[in-house]
């Protein structure tokens, strides 16, 4: 069974940078497409980014630009780097196998964007 530990949120003004991190307890991170998903109260989780195994790179339009997506294989980790954060970034956000339902979800950590 797969375990995902997601950290590095936290409370960053407007511009501001965060990186997340994703540690599995498995080498899932580097064996599957994995990806970086968000949810705000009330609406759906979405994806935000994605990396297949063999390092493709995909980003929501939303993000394009500001966040990047990275790997550690080695330390089974998953990163994301977020740069000129906006309020409408605010989010719990979560790493997870694609497609979803494969693997169970993790805690997720809090971001939140404001001033």
């Known amino acids: 069974q797969v375990h995902l530990v997601e950290s590095g949120g936290g409370l960053v003004q407007p511009g501001g940078s965060l990186r997340l991190s994703c540690e599995a307890s498995?080498?899932?991170?580097?064996?599957?497409?994995m990806g970086w998903y968000r949810q705000t109260p009330g609406k759906q989780r979405e994806l935000v980014a994605d990396?297949?195994?063999?390092?493709?790179?995909d980003y929501a339009d939303f993000v394009k630009g500001r966040f990047t997506l990275s790997r550690d294989n080695a330390n089974h980790t998953l990163y994301l780097q977020m740069n000129s954060l906006k309020p409408e970034d605010t989010a719990v956000y979560y790493c997870?196998?694609?497609?979803?339902?494969?693997?169970?979800w993790g805690q997720g950590t809090q971001v939140t964007v404001s001033s």
């Open positions: 498995t080498t899932v991170v580097r064996l599957y497409t």
């Open positions: 990396i297949s195994p063999g390092g493709g790179i």
């Open positions: 997870n196998r694609l497609p979803v339902g494969l693997s169970p």
